[in-house]
């Protein structure tokens, strides 16, 4: 397999590495987590596999039709298993609470890297991690120079109000500065442009962030599954941070 000092199964093994795995920061606001789930579901329809990480007191668990009798706390003690504490939907979105287990490890002053970073060491090959908190809770995980919250943006007055009040929190409290946007009940892609365009433009202005287009989310069924799919992908290319491996203990 050499030649000329040149490795020739260099190129094969490079196209066989798993890509690592990849991190949606989702900072809770109170409203019910649908659009969430809706989008994990997105991702496993594109051939995806991802792990939702629900520290939002069950409202992703809830959205996703799931009653988890267990959390990630259980896990991380060495009381349960991966496969005892998370459960999959039917189509294969892997779901596990959080919030005990996320409370605890924040607590424990360890690099978040440990705790993200150990699921891509799992078996079952994740793609991505979905990471669903109180904004208040967001950055302990999603560090701000890094990391590009998706934030929902209801096509209404009063959503715009509430999503520039949610980023604002979260750039003057924390220090973000890039931001993704779904835009959720919008008729057409033309309106759903425009709603962004107006926060965009208040949050550039006021708060000297950057606010971009992920895509959005019809209010009628009709397109619906289309525009999930776009937003979806769009999703992996504007706010999908990479994870490495954690490191194993020695």
Same mark, same amino acid.
């Given at each position: 397999?050499?030649?000329?000092?040149?490795?020739?199964?260099?190129? $094969?093994?490079?196209?066989?590495? +798993?890509?690592? &795995? !990849?991190? *949606? /920061?989702? #900072?809770?606001?109170?409203? %019910?987590?649908?659009?969430?789930?809706?989008?994990?579901?997105?991702?496993?329809?594109?051939?995806?596999?991802?792990?939702?990480?629900?520290?939002?007191?069950?409202?992703?668990?809830?959205?996703?039709?799931?009653?988890?009798?267990?959390?990630?706390?259980?896990?991380?003690?060495?009381?349960?298993?991966?496969?005892?504490?998370?459960?999959?939907?039917?189509?294969?979105?892997?779901?596990?609470?959080?919030?005990?287990?996320?409370?605890?490890?924040?607590?424990?002053?360890?690099?978040?890297?440990?705790?993200?970073?150990?699921?891509?060491?799992?078996?079952?090959?994740?793609?991505? $991690?979905?990471?669903?908190?109180? +904004?208040?809770? &967001? !950055?302990? *995980? /999603?560090? #701000?120079?890094?990391?590009? %919250?998706?934030?929902?943006?209801?096509?209404?007055?009063?959503?715009?109000?509430?999503?520039?009040?949610?980023?604002?929190?979260?750039?003057?409290?924390?220090?973000?500065?890039?931001?993704?946007?779904?835009?959720?009940?919008?008729?057409?892609?033309?309106?759903?442009?425009?709603?962004?365009?107006?926060?965009?433009?208040?949050?550039?202005?006021?708060?000297?962030?950057?606010?971009?287009?992920?895509?959005?989310?019809?209010?009628?069924?009709?397109?619906?599954?289309?525009?999930?799919?776009?937003?979806?992908?769009?999703?992996?290319?504007?706010?999908?941070?990479?994870?490495?491996?954690?490191?194993?203990?020695?």
């Amino acid at each position: 397999m050499l030649e000329h000092g040149h490795d020739q199964a260099a190129g $094969l093994r490079r196209l066989v590495q +798993a890509a690592p &795995l !990849a991190l *949606l /920061a989702f #900072p809770l606001d109170g409203s %019910p987590g649908t659009w969430i789930a809706q989008l994990a579901h997105a991702l496993r329809a594109l051939g995806r596999k991802p792990v939702v990480l629900d520290a939002g007191r069950g409202a992703l668990a809830a959205a996703f039709g799931l009653n988890l009798r267990h959390d990630l706390l259980d896990l991380l003690r060495g009381e349960r298993d991966f496969d005892t504490v998370a459960r999959p939907t039917a189509d294969g979105v892997v779901v596990l609470r959080g919030d005990r287990g996320v409370d605890a490890f924040v607590a424990s002053g360890a690099p978040a890297q440990q705790l993200l970073g150990g699921f891509a060491r799992l078996s079952q090959g994740f793609d991505e $991690l979905l990471l669903a908190m109180p +904004a208040s809770e &967001l !950055a302990c *995980l /999603a560090a #701000p120079g890094r990391s590009v %919250p998706v934030v929902g943006l209801e096509a209404s007055t009063a959503g715009r109000v509430d999503s520039y009040a949610l980023v604002k929190h979260m750039a003057g409290g924390f220090g973000y500065r890039r931001f993704a946007c779904v835009v959720r009940g919008a008729p057409d892609a033309q309106a759903a442009q425009a709603e962004h365009a107006r926060l965009a433009a208040a949050a550039r202005r006021f708060l000297d962030v950057e606010i971009t287009l992920a895509g959005w989310l019809p209010g009628a069924q009709a397109g619906r599954e289309h525009a999930l799919a776009r937003t979806a992908q769009t999703l992996l290319t504007t706010a999908a941070t990479p994870l490495e491996p954690a490191a194993r203990a020695a």
